[in-house]
Nanobody
Framework: QVQLVESGGGLVQAGGSLSLSCAAS????????MGWFRQAPGKEREFVAA????????YYADSVKGRFTISRDNAKKTVYLQMNSLKPEDTAVYYC???????????????????WGQGTQVTVSS
C-alpha cells in the first residue's frame, strides 16, 4: 500500500511562485515514475508533469512547459513541483500520482497511475 501526502499549495498573485511537495510511504519509491495532475472546478483532471524513476526523463504539459519543474529525491521518497510565473489559469487542485507498475514507460495518462494524494489547492489571483 502506498500513501501520498501533498503540501505547499496556497494563494499567490499572478507571476508568483509556489513549490509543491509530495511525500510517499510504502513500496519502493525509487522504482516508480511519478506524476503531477491538476483539476480545476468544472473541468476534468489533466496531466501537468511526470518524472521517470531515475529522473532521466521529464514530461510537461504544453501549458506549463518552461514555467514548472518536476524533480524527485528518492532517498526522501519525495517528488516536487516548482511552479514559477503562475497564471490565474493555473488555479486548481494539484494531485501527485504514483505509477501503477515499476520501471514503466513514461505516461501522461491518468489510468497509468495507481495511487493518488489527497490534493492541494493552488489559487492564483490576477
Amino acid at each position: 500500500q502506498v500513501q501520498l501526502v501533498e503540501s505547499g499549495g496556497g494563494l499567490v498573485q499572478a507571476g508568483g511562485s509556489l513549490s509543491l511537495s509530495c511525500a510517499a510511504s510504502g513500496r519502493a519509491f525509487s522504482n516508480y515514475n511519478m506524476g503531477w495532475f491538476r483539476q480545476a472546478p468544472g473541468k476534468e483532471r489533466e496531466f501537468v508533469a511526470a518524472i521517470s524513476w531515475q529522473s532521466r526523463n521529464k514530461y510537461y504539459a504544453d501549458s506549463v512547459k518552461g514555467r514548472f519543474t518536476i524533480s524527485r529525491d528518492n532517498a526522501k521518497k519525495t517528488v516536487y513541483l516548482q511552479m514559477n510565473s503562475l497564471k490565474p489559469e493555473d488555479t486548481a487542485v494539484y494531485y501527485c500520482a504514483y505509477a501503477a507498475k515499476p520501471w514503466a514507460t513514461m505516461s501522461r495518462i491518468i489510468n497509468d497511475y495507481e495511487y493518488w494524494g489527497q490534493g492541494t489547492q493552488v489559487t492564483v489571483s490576477s
